[in-house]
């Protein structure tokens, strides 16, 4: 198995979704341990959301490609009367978060693009670097258009071209013609299907910075998350150790050794 990361964009080839699958549930015992930018930016996306609603419903809350439940379990505790529902395409996932779940959860393992709700189920869509792991995320836009009620919020994150650049230029160098990291949609790709299948969303990006004391930390913790490489180029045995030593001697440091991996962040916020 490689040990670099990649993302899933909707053009060229990508990993069936049995592997995606796979190999995040593999990961479920690691992956909050690992998960910095995934709290950082899910973060950001529960605090933009709203307090409650002005009448007295209870909140219909979906979380889209729920991981291992961390931010379902957010969801439940600042919204405890809220009807809570939480996909992901993992078995192996679902069946973590749901043995740590606060208060009770609807789960269901499922498709983003295909969701198994009925139109207008949900006042809020929440859903967390999950897109990018997807081959239409046009249609995963429409799919959460439909399932909004009229009035609802859709608040999502993804990852940007340029993510893990430092980590791509280092592999280059060391296998040259060799790609380790896949690439991510550009801002305008997914500014394109924002605005084709979701009038009027706002979509906001910045470079977060994360430091690490090695690249082997990086690396670690990417495969912590199972975000392993799943191009149909990749080696099917384990990168050979002097291409990985190459690799790390390449990798940018600052002069105290410490090294940083820089990503694209994009969040995406749409009031239906």
Not at 56 to 85: E, H, V
Request: proline fraction near 6%; include cysteine; glycine fraction near 8%.
């Amino acid at each position: 198995m490689e040990i670099s990361m990649t993302a899933l964009p909707a053009s060229g080839a990508s990993a069936p979704k049995h592997e995606i699958a796979r190999d995040f549930g593999a990961a479920s015992d690691t992956y909050e341990s690992a998960s910095r930018l995934q709290r950082l930016m899910g973060k950001a996306m529960l605090e933009r959301l709203p307090v409650g609603r002005p009448d007295a419903k209870p909140l219909r809350i979906l979380d889209l490609g729920c991981g291992t439940g961390y931010f379902t379990r957010q969801l439940a505790r600042r919204y405890p009367d809220a009807r809570i529902s939480a996909v992901d395409l993992s078995p192996g996932m679902i069946q973590y978060a749901r043995a740590r779940a606060d208060g009770e959860v609807h789960w269901a393992q499922a498709d983003a693009e295909r969701l198994p709700f009925a139109d207008g189920t949900f006042d809020v869509v929440f859903s967390n670097l999950m897109l990018q792991w997807c081959d239409r995320p046009d249609q995963v836009f429409d799919e959460c258009r439909r399932v909004l009620a009229r009035g609802g919020m859709l608040q999502c994150s993804t990852l940007l071209d340029g993510s893990l650049h430092e980590l791509a230029q280092a592999w280059e160098k060391a296998d040259p013609g060799r790609r380790h990291v896949n690439r991510f949609e550009t801002r305008a790709a997914v500014t394109g299907h924002a605005s084709a299948r979701l009038p009027g969303a706002d979509v906001n990006t910045e470079t977060v910075v994360l430091g690490y004391d090695s690249p082997l930390e990086l690396i670690r913790e990417l495969k912590h998350l199972g975000a392993v490489y799943k191009g149909d180029d990749r080696r099917r045995t384990m990168t050979a150790p002097g291409r990985v030593r190459a690799m790390l001697e390449h990798y940018p440091r600052a002069p105290s050794g410490k090294v940083v991996a820089s990503y694209g962040a994009c969040w995406i916020s749409y009031g239906h």
